[in-house]
């Protein structure tokens, strides 16, 4: 914006516009989206490994409360024995 024919200076922190950095700036957006992709994509293959070991968990925790059950079961059985 002018204000008597003088530019008005950019924002604090703000780094003036230079020609030229519209073509570096395209080339760093569109390398960033591609690492914001690879992240994404990087995330999802984590969580689809999370899905999977929880799964495992959870039948490893029904298997040894089967397993518990068994041996309790067992030692019933030998306690009525003696």
Known sequence: ???????EPPAWGEPEPKPGDIVKDAIRKE???KEIAAAQEDLRALVARVQ?????????????????MYIDNLTMQMAKRK
């Open 1 to 7: 914006m002018s204000f008597n024919g003088l530019e």
């Open 31 to 33: 390398q960033v989206l």
């Open 52 to 68: 999977t070991v929880q799964g495992d968990v959870d039948k490893l925790t029904s298997d040894n409360g089967t397993l518990q």
